[in-house]
Structure formats: structure tokens, C-alpha cells
T-cell receptor, first 117, second 115 residues
Framework: DGGITQSPKYLFRKEGQNVTLSCEQN?????MYWYRQDPGQGLRLIYY?????DFQKGDIAEGYSVSREKKESFPLTVTSAQKNPTAFYLC???????WGVGNTEAFFGQGTRLTVV | AQSVSQHNHHVILSEAASLELGCNYS??????LFWYVQYPGQHLQLLLK??????LVKGIKGFEAEFIKSKFSFNLRKPSVQWSDTAEYFC?????????????FGQGTTLQVKP
């Protein structure tokens, strides 16, 4: 089945520890995104990548880091510098503009709920 | 900075009532526009999208949206809601610049439809 896989579904972290959230897609999409969803705040963009080995900061990048070494993978690391990491994290991908301006619809994974204990 | 604003945070309607959810965005360049829906316990699904052409677009489940470029708006409408439309609705805008696109979401609107 084609799609976006996020793992794990639930993750617990101790304060002061870094943790990495996995996002893999087999849709051959160029663009990938990470969002954080909090009640009443919608989805806030953390990082995004249009192509392998390139990524840009979103609106709330502080305390997070990413890499894009492979087209299908876009892992997100939540570092100890993130002051309020408990949240629901969503990964998304889209074909990207190189396939035409009409191909920027995003497809989402099931999300990872991170809890700091 | 680019931003997307949804005016209604929580809407309560009775079945058969008409729905209109507002969405405005900043920026005057090229954009792609979307409405997504998140049903309880499910992941985000695309309702409809606008790239170019007819500014009135139709989506799934009887939803439609109108793009008004002069007002930077993309409001979602449905003539008659059903109980099954209870969900959270997100407006999203992909701000395009060169070969990059920054996909920004609004804060979301929770719709509760009473039977």
C-alpha cells in the first residue's frame, strides 16, 4: 500500500532527552513537512523540505531538527531545548511544484503522540 | 510573514442548516488553497482544493468553496449539513515562491452538528 508511515504511534520521553520521530513515504513525493497539532492552535509548521538534502525552517523550528538524506525519509528530532514538546506530531508529503503547480496537495500520516514524563 | 486565519473557532448547527466557514490569508503572490477535514479519531482528509481556473470549486460530500482573490479569502460552504459532518475543518494555503512551497494551516474550526 502506498502511503505515509509515522512511527511510533505513542512515545514517552523523559525531560532532558532527545527523541526522534520517524516519517517514511513510498509515494515518490518530493516535498515533506512536519507539523505540530495542539488543541485550538491548528497545525503549526515545524520544518519542510522540497528536495533531498535541503530543508527550511517553518514557523516553530526552535528546539527541533530534521534531516533529508533520502527522498522517502524525513525524521524529526525533538531536542531537550524544546520547552513544551508534549504534542501530536504530523508528517505530510506532496508531489511538489516540480511536478506542476497543481500538485501540492498534502497527504498525511497517522501521527505520533509525544508525551514528556 | 505568511499566515492563514480562520474566523470561526467553534460552530454549532442543527441538521439541514447551511454552513459557511471563513478563511483568509496574507500575501499577494501565487497560492494553492485547500480545505481539510479531520473526523474524530481519524487523520486529515482533503475536502477540496483550488489551483487555478473557476474560483468556485466543488469537493467531496457536498462541500464547495469560493476563491476571492481580491479579498484573499477561500470560504467553505455547504447548503445543508448532516450530523456526520461533525468534525474539525482546516483551511490551508501553500505559499509558492520559485520552486518552494510553504504549506500553512489555519487554527481550525470545530463544527458540531446537532441531530
Amino acid at each position: 500500500d502506498g502511503g505515509i508511515t509515522q512511527s511510533p504511534k505513542y512515545l514517552f520521553r523523559k525531560e532532558g532527552q532527545n527523541v526522534t520521530l520517524s516519517c517514511e513515504q513510498n509515494l515518490n513525493h518530493d516535498a515533506m513537512y512536519w507539523y505540530r497539532q495542539d488543541p485550538g492552535q491548528g497545525l503549526r509548521l515545524i520544518y519542510y523540505s522540497q528536495i533531498v538534502n535541503d530543508f527550511q525552517k517553518g514557523d516553530i523550528a526552535e528546539g527541533y531538527s530534521v534531516s533529508r538524506e533520502k527522498k522517502e525519509s524525513f525524521p524529526l528530532t525533538v531536542t531537550s531545548a524544546q520547552k513544551n514538546p508534549t504534542a501530536f506530531y504530523l508528517c505530510a508529503s506532496s508531489m511538489g511544484q516540480s511536478w506542476g503547480v497543481g500538485n501540492t496537495e498534502a497527504f498525511f500520516g497517522q501521527g505520533t503522540r509525544l508525551t514528556v514524563v | 510573514a505568511q499566515s492563514v486565519s480562520q474566523h470561526n473557532h467553534h460552530v454549532i448547527l442543527s441538521e439541514a442548516a447551511s454552513l459557511e466557514l471563513g478563511c483568509n490569508y496574507s500575501y499577494g503572490g501565487t497560492v494553492n488553497l485547500f480545505w481539510y477535514v479531520q473526523y474524530p479519531g481519524q487523520h486529515l482528509q482533503l475536502l477540496l482544493k483550488y489551483f487555478s481556473g473557476d474560483p468556485l470549486v466543488k469537493g467531496i460530500k457536498g462541500f464547495e468553496a469560493e476563491f476571492i482573490k481580491s479579498k484573499f479569502s477561500f470560504n467553505l460552504r455547504k447548503p445543508s449539513v448532516q450530523w456526520s459532518d461533525t468534525a474539525e475543518y482546516f483551511c490551508a494555503v501553500n505559499f509558492l515562491s520559485g520552486n518552494t512551497g510553504k504549506l500553512i494551516f489555519g487554527q481550525g474550526t470545530t463544527l458540531q452538528v446537532k441531530p
